[in-house]
């Protein structure tokens, strides 16, 4: 059984940083994707970024482009979000999700194509 599970989230000032980290248990994600997705109250499940563990390869949402950064473990199958100058408008829960295998370039920022999701770890900007 696959799981994701998110740690991390919290309380931060405005300009402040977290870090949130997601772990895979069950199988690797090595070639699928994985990303991080974050929801505020009253608006839809939106894409912040992706990594591709095996490779490293990166890309973010243009709203969090330069302030925050994915990384991962491929050996630990964990993926990380480093988070920099937070504002009060990055305040949702973030997700972590994953694909069971790579269904293609237009589908990365698509939620729907995400088959894996964690329980989501609340992450608030204010001061």
């Known amino acids: 059984q696959v799981q994701l599970v998110e740690s991390g989230g919290g309380l931060v000032q405005p300009g402040g940083s977290l870090r949130l980290s997601c772990a895979a248990s069950?199988?690797?994600?090595?070639?699928?994707?994985m990303a991080w997705f974050r929801q505020a109250p009253g608006e839809e499940r939106e894409f912040v970024g992706r990594?591709?563990?095996?490779?490293?390869?990166?890309e973010y949402a243009d709203s969090v482009k330069g302030r925050f950064t994915i990384s991962g473990d491929d050996a630990k199958s964990t993926m990380y979000l480093q988070m920099d100058s937070l504002k009060p408008e990055d305040t949702a829960v973030y997700y972590c999700?994953?694909?069971?295998?790579?269904?293609?370039?237009?589908?990365?920022?698509?939620?729907?194509?995400?088959?894996?999701w964690g329980q989501g770890t609340q992450v608030t900007v204010s001061s």
């Open positions: 999700a994953a694909m069971a295998h790579y269904k293609g370039r237009s589908f990365i920022r698509d939620r729907d194509a995400y088959d894996y």
């Open positions: 990594i591709r563990l095996g490779s490293g390869t990166v």
């Open positions: 069950g199988r690797t994600f090595s070639v699928s994707p």
